[in-house]
Antibody
Framework: QVQVVQSGTEVKKPGSSVQVSCKAS????????ISWVRQAPGQGPEWMGG????????NYAQKFQGRVTITTDESTSTVYMELSSLRSEDTAVYYC??????????????WGQGTTVTVSS | QSALTQPASVSGSPGQSITISCTGT?????????VSWYQQHPGKAPKVMIF???NRPSGVSNRFSGSKSGNTASLTISGLQAEDGADYYC???????????FGGGTQLTVL
């Protein structure tokens, strides 16, 4: 049973960047789409973008275009999400989630434990 | 403001049934059967309870069921148990650049 393990808590200054990693444990991501979803305190989740490793496809929500970059390292089954020009509104828990197949329309069935990112001066 | 509209809270007594609605548009819920429901306990990651409108992953109780009519999806939990108390979020695939949208969440209280 694959698990998704994310990197640890981050505290960042406004204007800086943060990179969060997401690694498959007990399996690979190769035949699955992977999405990044964030959840601000007391809010519903928000889809940020995703990657389909087998096709090399990258997709970003318009809201985050130009600020978010998703990359992959297939040799280690790790996906990275970098968010730049951080502001206080980016304070949230960031989740990596695996889709049930190699297209985004498959629902997200396995979620990482979440990475808390706090942006504060 | 979330793209999908859910009631902020619902409650029920043990053994009762409750239904949570999720209203979207023709860009999402109304056009696709790619609707999922997630359960989230405080400080935990979301857990999928229903996918493709009405399918349950293995290991999820058959007390959980989903349906859809037009632009509105619904999650029904029957035979409420104390451990069902949590936040529930609906999600739908969309035809916009934001490929998945979520509801604002419904807090379920088991009385």
């Amino acid at each position: 049973q694959v698990q998704v393990v994310q990197s640890g808590t981050e505290v960042k200054k406004p204007g800086s960047s943060v990179q969060v990693s997401c690694k498959a444990s007990g399996g690979t991501f190769s035949n699955h789409a992977i999405s990044w979803v964030r959840q601000a305190p007391g809010q519903g989740p928000e889809w940020m973008g995703g990657v389909i490793p087998v096709f090399g496809t990258l997709n970003y929500a318009q809201k985050f275009q130009g600020r978010v970059t998703i990359t992959t390292d297939e040799s280690t089954s790790t996906v990275y999400m970098e968010l730049s020009s951080l502001r206080s509104e980016d304070t949230a828990v960031y989740y990596c989630a695996r889709h049930g197949g190699n297209y985004y329309f498959h629902g997200m069935d396995v979620w990482g434990q979440g990475t808390t990112v706090t942006v504060s001066s | 403001q979330s793209a999908l509209t859910q009631p902020a809270s619902v409650s029920g007594s043990p053994g009762q049934s409750i239904t949570i609605s999720c209203t979207g548009t023709t860009n999402d819920v109304g056009s696709y059967n790619h609707v999922s429901w997630y359960q989230q306990h405080p400080g935990k990651a979301p857990k999928v309870m229903i996918f493709e409108v009405s399918n349950r992953p293995s290991g999820v109780s058959n007390r959980f069921s989903g349906s859809k009519s037009g632009n509105t999806a619904s999650l029904t939990i029957s035979g409420l148990q104390a451990e069902d108390g949590a936040d529930y979020y609906c999600s739908s695939y969309t035809n916009t650049s934001t490929l998945w949208v979520f509801g604002g969440g419904t807090q379920l209280t088991v009385l």
